[in-house]
């Protein structure tokens, strides 16, 4: 009779242990998961840029006796921003070995915003200012920035702004004992983050 109490015993301990082992599971899931969606957001650094350069442009006429030259002195100033879509994160929870993998972080979305001012306008008759020339304006304008933007800090420091935002999906994992794993290994600290994403 107490050999048949303790299996009793034994097995309803057994079935409750495993039923709250399940529970807990259950709500750290759902606590991962809402800590992921309030990373979901949009992260925008911002910055401008300043530049002025002169455009020229010849017709030439008869074997280049005679020219018609236009230019004007361009000044650009640009607000950039540099942004993250952190709704598009993607990412894989196995439950029963206590894991998160991140399997996609969007890419970056630089925005240029130029505004162009004409100074110093000259043109001739036979040889105006067209639209083709503002469109090679902007063209030159935006590739001259996007030079300067790379060699700035701008995205680096967007790319910090990603790794802090990522960071808070860590700190929540170890603090429920659970992992969290990118590119293929397991992340430890947001300096893990630094090394795996692009440059």
Same mark, same amino acid.
């Given at each position: 009779?107490?050999?048949?109490?303790?299996?009793?015993?034994?097995?309803?301990?057994?079935?409750?242990?495993?039923?709250?082992?399940?529970?807990?599971?259950?709500?750290?899931?759902?606590?991962?998961?809402?800590?992921?969606?309030?990373?979901? %957001?949009?992260? @925008?650094?911002?910055?401008?840029?300043?530049? *002025?350069?002169?455009?020229?442009? $010849?017709? +030439? /006429?008869?074997? !280049?006796?005679?020219?018609?030259?236009? %230019?004007?002195? @361009?000044?650009?100033?640009?607000?950039?921003? *540099?942004?993250?879509?952190?709704? $598009?994160? +993607? /990412?894989?929870? !196995?439950?029963?070995?206590?894991?998160?993998?991140?399997?996609?972080?969007?890419?970056?979305?630089?925005?240029?915003?130029?505004?162009?001012?004409?100074?110093?306008?000259?043109?001739?008759?036979?040889?105006?200012?067209?639209?083709?020339?503002?469109?090679?304006?902007?063209?030159?304008?935006?590739?001259?920035?996007?030079?300067?933007?790379?060699?700035?800090?701008?995205?680096?420091?967007?790319?910090?702004?990603?790794?802090?935002?990522?960071?808070?999906?860590?700190?929540?994992?170890?603090?429920?004992?659970?992992?969290?794993?990118?590119?293929?290994?397991?992340?430890?600290?947001?300096?893990?983050?630094?090394?795996?994403?692009?440059?």
């Amino acid at each position: 009779m107490v050999i048949l109490v303790a299996f009793v015993l034994f097995f309803g301990y057994k079935y409750f242990a495993s039923k709250n082992d399940t529970s807990t599971v259950e709500y750290d899931t759902a606590l991962i998961q809402e800590q992921i969606k309030n990373v979901g %957001k949009l992260v @925008v650094t911002e910055g401008h840029f300043s530049q *002025v350069m002169t455009y020229k442009d $010849q017709n +030439k /006429y008869f074997g !280049d006796m005679i020219s018609f030259e236009k %230019k004007a002195l @361009v000044v650009i100033n640009a607000d950039v921003t *540099v942004s993250f879509d952190l709704s $598009q994160v +993607k /990412y894989d929870i !196995d439950a029963p070995n206590k894991t998160v993998t991140i399997t996609n972080i969007p890419e970056e979305e630089i925005k240029i915003s130029p505004d162009i001012k004409y100074y110093n306008v000259d043109q001739s008759t036979f040889n105006e200012f067209t639209g083709d020339d503002y469109n090679k304006i902007n063209k030159i304008a935006k590739a001259n920035l996007a030079k300067k933007i790379a060699k700035s800090s701008l995205k680096s420091n967007a790319k910090n702004r990603l790794i802090s935002e990522l960071s808070k999906i860590l700190i929540v994992t170890n603090s429920m004992g659970w992992k969290l794993k990118y590119d293929g290994e397991v992340v430890n600290n947001p300096n893990e983050f630094q090394r795996k994403l692009k440059p």
